[in-house]
């Protein structure tokens, strides 16, 4: 095999690699664009459901003072 036969065998190999790595860099681009947006909706329902429990205790009248000890203490 000649020196450019093997320069280009040598080519063609770095040339797959660079190809089956941007495929792998893509799909995991994409993978954390998904999470991120699961992300951004698990927030916003925590936000959501926090308020809800505060109008909940703030309608029965719930308070953030700790409760007396019971009596037999």
């Avoid at 927030?43 to 309608?59: D, G, I």
């Amino acid at each position: 095999m000649t020196e450019i036969e093997t320069l280009a065998l040598r080519i063609d190999g770095l040339e797959m690699r660079i190809a089956h790595q941007d495929h792998t860099i893509e799909e995991l681009s994409a993978t954390i664009a998904d999470q991120w947006k699961q992300i951004e909706d698990m927030t916003f329902r925590l936000t959501r459901l926090s308020e809800q429990v505060r109008e909940v205790e703030n309608s029965a009248g719930v308070t953030d003072a700790p409760e007396p000890p019971p009596p037999h203490y």
